[in-house]
Each structure stands twice: as structure tokens, then as C-alpha cells.
């Protein structure tokens, strides 16, 4: 492969005093680490979609970013056993672009550690013709998996998120090679 595969990982939540920044910090660290991807971040709470699903150049500018995109990463927490809105809003603000890409997750929470919002994202995904990846890192009771300098000694989530990289690379890779080919039939 000789173009890195453009990918954009999606920060889910909005709410104050989130948890987020710290569980995105750590992947981005991770990913920017791995040479098969160029990566972006969409942060939800910075990207202006409207709930009622109407255009706007924010909307467009959304749109065109996940066309550029080869692959995405949800990192999503878990609030009442559900995803946050803000992804769901996310999903239906574009159709076309999310097509024949894959995705993975990175989900934190309580004792769950997200992955009942995951399960659940997994069904929106496949409506939207998107490829999930099995691989998914997950952190439970995610505010005592992190140090003060926002790493982790879960080493479970360490060895999931390698391998959650190395299938998005491959399915990114291929379904590029594929949409070039053969534009997805949606």
C-alpha cells in the first residue's frame, strides 16, 4: 500500500465534563503510531449538525469529510445502556459517504465498558451499509483504567486495539481497492 488509508476517528460524546478527550488522547497516540493510516478527528462537540437533520456548509463540510475517509473509529461511551444521540445524529446527517467503509469502536462506561452501546451501533452501522470490524477495545470502569498522564496499563484494550487496527487496515484497504473498482452498488 502505498497511500496511507485516510482515516477519521469519531469522538461521540458531547456532554460537559466528559470523559472522552481522555480515551480519544490515548488512541490517537496509538493509531498516529501505526504508518498505514493518516488520521483525523472529528470531535462531535465541535462539529455543528443539526438534530433536525437539515443542510448547511457544516453539514456539506461533514459530508465531504467522510467521502475523503477510507475508515472510521467511533470512540462512544455508554449512557443508559445506549449510544449518544450525537452519533446517531452523526450517522443519519450523511448516507452515500458512510457506505462500503468499515468502522471500529473504542467504547468505554461502568461495568460494561460501552460494549452494550457498541452492540447496538453495530445494528445502525450495517443499515447504513458500513463494515463493522469484530475487534472493538472497550474499557470498564474507564475513569480507573487511565493514570493522571491519560495511559492505561489494561493491557487487553492495548492488544484489542492492535488488532482492531490491523483488520480496519485490511478491510479500509480493500474495500478502497473495491469502491475504485466497482463504485458500491447502494
Do not use: C
Amino acid at each position: 500500500m502505498t497511500t496511507p488509508l485516510r482515516l477519521e476517528v469519531i469522538v461521540a460524546s458531547v456532554r460537559p465534563e466528559r470523559f472522552a478527550p481522555v480515551v480519544a488522547e490515548w488512541f490517537l497516540r496509538t493509531v498516529r503510531a501505526d504508518s498505514a493510516f493518516d488520521t483525523g478527528v472529528i470531535d462531535l462537540i465541535d462539529t455543528p449538525l443539526p438534530v433536525d437533520l437539515t443542510e448547511s456548509p457544516q453539514v456539506e463540510a461533514f459530508r465531504a469529510r467522510l467521502a475523503a475517509a477510507d475508515a472510521f473509529v467511533a470512540i462512544t461511551s455508554e449512557y443508559n445502556h445506549g449510544y449518544p444521540a450525537s452519533l446517531k445524529t452523526a450517522f443519519d446527517t450523511a448516507k452515500h459517504e458512510w457506505r462500503a467503509k468499515p468502522i471500529g469502536f473504542v467504547s468505554y462506561g461502568g461495568l460494561s465498558g460501552g460494549l452494550r452501546a457498541v452492540e447496538q451501533l453495530r445494528q445502525v452501522v450495517a443499515e447504513i451499509h458500513m463494515v463493522s470490524v469484530r475487534e472493538t477495545v472497550s474499557f470498564h470502569q474507564a475513569k480507573r483504567a487511565f493514570d493522571a498522564a491519560g495511559e492505561t496499563r489494561d493491557g487487553a484494550a492495548v492488544d484489542a486495539s492492535a488488532r482492531m487496527l490491523r483488520q480496519l487496515a485490511w478491510w479500509a484497504s480493500t474495500l478502497r481497492t473495491a469502491r475504485a473498482a466497482d463504485p458500491y452498488p447502494g
